[in-house]
């Protein structure tokens, strides 16, 4: 007879798909705080989930999560059905599986875009600078942006650092990309450009993590939306669903004020 307690720990059935990012049971703290409270979350591979919820829900931290950007201090994360490791080389080779754009760019400032696109290809995948260079142009043509190749970032507006960054994020060719509000820096006019090449990720079959305030956005390009209060999510579901009938008074109360005008 089997020992229940010898199980593999991988509960996964054979045969049956394993989720591309799986948390169980995430709790995160910072001091005495609880910025995270018993989070499990599966996104399945080619899944566009947005995340929504009030300001200091914990949305940014579920995203800096993913990638343990955040040390947890309980649960598990894995990543196409292999545990995060909490530190070392298997947790490098994991996280690079993980591309993320943040709100504020974060490009190298004294570099060129063409740089800030080669160098973690060349220094963290080997790749040689030649064909990091193609692949580079290649993303940058994706993005519309070719043509910037040379400029350093402060030449550009932030609809184009933001292009650039996304850019950046996939020629480490992630398996999973995981943007936090990647237009609420932006100027009103330029939020179009950004959202549009997401959108174009979403058709190709990228598996993504959106945090967003673009409701319309959420509603038209999400499979799903992850509503978080309190650093729980209280509602999951198909976006049709959560805009028309909110489960919940909190997920109520947040779209009547973010709706409203
Ligand atoms: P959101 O992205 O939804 O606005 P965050 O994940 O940034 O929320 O933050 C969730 C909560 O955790 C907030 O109350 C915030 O003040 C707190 N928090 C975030 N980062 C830190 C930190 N480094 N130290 C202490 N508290 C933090
Ligand atoms: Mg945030």
Redesign the pocket.
Known sequence: MSDPDSAPADPTPPGAVVPLVRLSHVSKY??A?R?LDDVSMDIRRGEVVAVV??????????CRTVNRLETIQSGTIEIDGERLPEEGRELARLRADVGMVFQSFNLFPHRTVLDNITLAPIRVRGIDRAEAEVTAHRLLERVGLDDQAAKRPAQLSGGQAQRVAIARALAMDPKVMLF?EPTSALDPEMINEVLDVVKGLAADGMTMLV?THEMGFARSVADRVVF?DA?RIVESGAPADFFSAPATERARDFLAKVLSH
Not at 53 to 62: C, E, I
């Open positions: 910072y001091g705080f910025a919820g009030a300001s200091g829900s914990g949305k940014s931290t579920l936090d945090v978080m650093g």
